[in-house]
């Protein structure tokens, strides 16, 4: 039996004391021990902030999401020796797959959000204010990363999700953390964090790990820090009382598990495609993890007279589920995480039993597969049908953690999303319906206490990643009950771990703070074409102030020969009555188009295309006779790597395109990207 380490200041640490004892959940064997005796918090806190920190601050948006793509490379490598690690908590092939090759997931995730950042070590965030009436007092917010450490204390179902979908996201953002997984199955968590530090990908101090007790660790945080939990509601809101959190104004993120529900719509009738659908899904969410998911679904609300048909489909479903070892062939649903999981799961059946009625009892004739299997750890799908839930409410109270739900009617959609809102908060609702209006329904209704809602029916069942699975671009938590938190969702996600900062200034200073530019900055000119420079050469800021061309009638007749735009203010001036036009107006693309025939530099050079504009807006009509020129300025420079060794080293470069008038008021003003060839193609 190994006794497992904790990793703390850059060293493996095993604890001074005897720890806890952890099972193998399918035999019933010792495993481990875990224990953090010894270690000093403070001393691990302290090396986060002074050196984690500052190695990843000094990482730019795109060398940090490399980062975390070379990491998601280098474990996915190793997968198989995880797999069978994660046999002894109880989890099925399947089960696993979801925890380990999901929470890699969330790094490949993370490290292709690269390309919506900046090349910088921050980012800025929402559009620029003009504060004065001239525009020579402008804001703006930029986004830094904290100067404190992430604590991340975890749940045992997921020990390897739990900790990637989190550190991938305050690792992008520039903060290091610190990851106490919970101790049951903490096992499979050391196994990995060790694959983690054994490739020398991530900077010194980044990632700390404790597998025994972290108690005590939460009154040592500082303003920087955050704290983030995932577990029961009620551990979880003991935590947020810490003094330390208030004082220090520490963000606590709390994601609970929650009584999340399922609605059948009324069109998924028996013996329907979707109603195949629901109860598959349904299915799938009771045994998978044997039902030990934050999201798994505890009320399943159906019509109420179907409330038969889907307790029959059910039953059959589930007593045809083969339960024990997940190495035995055919194997679908595991062990819960230990013995006490079973008694805790038990205590809650016999309570919801006093309330509602029991109508599948898998327990009654338990027969589990595989040689190797002591039952203490397993447990039998349990079936409630609860006849009156506006009534007997404890099933909107009570979680069992566990394979346990309860079967709930409902009259109409009003009913539904009212007893879905007696959850008090949830982390994520389904409904599986293929009719748009009962859907507009039930999401405008009950999104306001769900975090997550799923529309599943036929059209996306195939591919849909279902009811249970919180995905890396879209938030994870949830209001009320589910703790009122917020993870992952892409880069919002990203935005926890920064701090917000208004700037306010020239613009000639917020450009040179912030390397963009910003409208109002003094030009730079000088005689070589901006078109004629690689990227390296381009300065922020650098600006080609083009000929002009005199708009005529025959200009507009053109372009709508050429574009097929007839639009009456282009075309009919006997039409312009009661309009904002005095006469025949330019087409505005066409205005955009004879910018490009301005600013463009025709000769073969180091700008290799034009893929994309931003931010087009016409703000001025053009009539015949009006004389357009164009201030052509490097606004952003994004560097970007090499997709293979033969590919070409290039840049992507944004330019502002201001289109003025013979009164040098800006008539049109756009961003275009392009990608220009570097000068090293190393």
Known sequence: MIQLQNYACGQWVAGTQNGQTLYNAITGQAVATASSSGL?????????RTVGGPALRKLTFHERGRMLKALALYLNERKESFYKISWATGATRADSWVDIEGGFGNLFTYASLRRQFPNETYCLDGDVAK????????????????????????????????????IAVNLFAGVPAIVKPATVTSFLTEAVFKEIIASNILPQGALQLICGSAQGIVDLVQAGDVVTFTGSAHTGQLLKKNPA?????????????SLNCCILGLDAAPGTANFEVFIKEIHREIVTKAGQKCTAVRRVLVPDSYVDA???????????TPIGDPMTTGVRMGALAGMDQVKEVTAKVAQLALSQQIVYDGRNDLQLLGDMVVPDAFMAPVIFVNNKPFTNTDAHNVEAFGPVSTIMPYKNMDEAIALAKMGKGSLVSSIVTA?????????????????????????????????????????????????GGEEMGGKRGVFHYLQRTAIQGS???????TNQYHYGTPYIENDKHVFKKHFEELVIGETVITAKHTVTETDITNFANVSGDNFYAHMDATSLEGTIFEKRVAHGYFILSKAAGLFVDAKKGPVLLNYGIDECRFTKPVYPGATIGVRFTVKEKTDTEKRNHEDVAKGIVKFLVDVYDETGETVAIATILTMVKKINQD
């Open 310 to 320: 889907v307790q029959a489909a059910l039953s059959k479903r589930l007593q045809s």
């Open 245 to 257: 959190l208030a004082e220090n104004s520490v963000p606590f993120n709390l994601e609970a598990d």
């Open 40 to 48: 000093d918090f403070k001393s691990m806190l302290n090396h986060a």
């Open 435 to 483: 009719d748009t209006q009962v859907a507009r329904a039930y999401v405008l209704g009950a999104a306001s206490m769900h975090g997550r809602i799923l529309v599943l029916n036929t059209d996306c069942a195939k591919e849909s990643t279902g009811h249970g699975s919180p995905m890396p671009l879209l938030v994870h938590g949830g209001p009320g009950r589910a703790g």
């Open 507 to 513: 613009p000639a200073m917020l450009t040179a703070i």
């Open 131 to 166: 504060l004065s009436k001239e525009g020579t007092f402008l804001g703006n917010h930029i986004c830094v990363p904290l100067e404190g450490v992430a604590i991340h204390i975890n749940a045992f179902n997921f020990p390897v999700w739990g900790m990637l979908e989190k």
